[in-house]
């Protein structure tokens, strides 16, 4: 089946292009599916290389600054771990209960110690004509041993940072931005931001 | 405040970012917003000229074929407005409510015959490299006086086709497809489309 991409994001025209398109055999696409447009493949087998892939592939399709992150969990029992495949650790749809299920059989029988891992993440920062910069926040801690609490997104429920007793899904949004991989990595493109703003 | 975009659509770093960025004063942009940063422009003054422009930014930022439709109603007791203002005829905010709220308001008074409309769709198929072309379809009817039906968007509660005692919002979405602008307009890209397919 042909893919056709129709330039709008009004759900019931889309609709009507798809059901009339559909006689032809031809699915339709629209500026509601942009990242499947877009299509950015993170080919890095870096944080930083991806990060860097998508900040300037954004920055040629629109000629403004961009931030982009690239970010995931190394886990040191598991030689690093999902890492920069930690989005679709447990196959090729982004689920992060499936995820972190995987990481929790995969470290099973493990103890407090053989637990150790670290949030990293870097941010690139693009920007038309100017050379691209960037750089690299973590966050050290361990794998629990089940889920715990509901902020947050993808392995939080089961990321405890040093120093804390609780999972990063059960810290605050605010107590989270404090200490967080991606807090870190922000902090140090803080001298360009200043300039922005 | 400067804004910044930020190359993701996962909503939970796009929150990440936009707390941690707001001390900065930086709002920020995300893929979850793309038709703000694409911001393709409608400058045109007929249908034909907005689906062209629409198909030809779209291919320049892709690289791939693409179909953009302008669409609108025309009233013949109001000169042929809404036309291309159709979207945002009672403010700059796309409210379907509002606009058809706002085109009951202006017929009052208006006898049948005084409510002749028709709705028009310029569809433009863009490809790289190749020369655009803009079809255009059209449906007669006219304007009820009240806003009947629930399915379909825009003015089809208002819209009764010529032939039929229902607004195109009390027509199922086959029973539209098989009479709208939109189906007339991509009845004359057929040829191409039979191509792709």
Request: aromatic share 6%.
């Amino acid at each position: 089946m042909k893919e056709l991409i129709v330039a709008t994001k009004n759900q019931g025209k889309v609709s009507e292009f798809r059901q009339m398109f559909s006689k032809y055999n031809i699915s339709v696409k629209s500026l509601l599916d942009i990242d499947r447009i877009i299509d950015i493949e993170e080919t890095g087998t870096t944080f930083e290389a991806n990060a860097i892939i998508k900040a300037e592939a954004m920055v040629e399709l629109l000629g403004l600054p961009v931030v982009a992150d690239d970010s995931g969990l190394e886990v040191d029992a598991l030689d690093g771990e999902p890492g920069v495949y930690s989005a679709r650790y447990a196959g090729m749809e982004k689920d992060d209960q499936k995820n972190t299920a995987k990481l929790l059989r995969e470290l099973e029988g493990k103890t407090d110690k053989e637990r150790t891992a670290r949030f990293v993440c870097a941010v690139a920062v693009a920007r038309p004509g100017v050379e691209t910069f960037v750089k690299r926040g973590t966050c050290e801690g361990k794998i629990a041993t089940e889920p715990q609490g509901t902020n947050g997104f993808g392995y939080d429920p089961v990321f405890i940072p040093r120093g804390s007793t609780r999972t990063l899904a059960e810290h605050s949004s605010d107590e989270k931005n404090a200490i967080s991989h991606r807090h870190h990595a922000i902090e140090q493109i803080e001298d360009w931001l200043k300039t922005l703003s």
